[in-house]
């Protein structure tokens, strides 16, 4: 089973950018599929972003156009990008990962995600 590590989180003011890390020391990623998911006080985990094999890509309505999501096959790492921060952005942010054969679109289900990493926390100031 693959395993997770991010980083990059942190303290940002509102319109601020971070970029946050999903690192797999060890293991390859070119069979799986890598979402991020994100979790604020109080809430339910949340689907963000997801990139399939392929690198066809999904983002939740309230990221559209703000978080990027990319990956790094070679340096087992996968990306988020984040600019034009929001206060409704802090949460912690976790990634995730399965194992598929297929290169088709990904989907954010946490049912279908069984490595995640330890989560960063991620908190925008206004």
């Known amino acids: 089973q693959v395993q997770l590590v991010e980083s990059g989180g942190g303290l940002v003011q509102l319109a601020g950018s971070l970029r946050l890390s999903c690192a797999a020391p060890?293991?390859?990623?070119?069979?799986?599929?890598i979402s991020w998911f994100r979790q604020a006080q109080g809430n339910e985990r949340e689907g963000v972003s997801c990139?399939?094999?392929?690198?066809?890509?999904n983002y939740a309505d309230s990221v559209k156009g703000r978080f990027t999501i990319s990956r790094d096959n070679g340096q087992s790492t996968a990306y988020l990008q984040m600019n034009s921060l929001k206060p409704e952005d802090t949460a912690v942010y976790y990634c995730?990962?399965?194992?598929?054969?297929?290169?088709?679109?990904?989907?954010?289900?946490?049912?279908?995600?069984?490595?995640w990493g330890q989560g960063t926390q991620v908190t925008v100031s206004s």
């Open positions: 060890g293991f390859t990623l070119d069979y799986y599929v």
């Open positions: 990139i399939s094999r392929s690198g066809r890509t």
């Open positions: 995730a990962a399965h194992f598929t054969t297929v290169q088709g679109m990904c989907g954010m289900k946490e049912r279908e995600y069984y490595s």
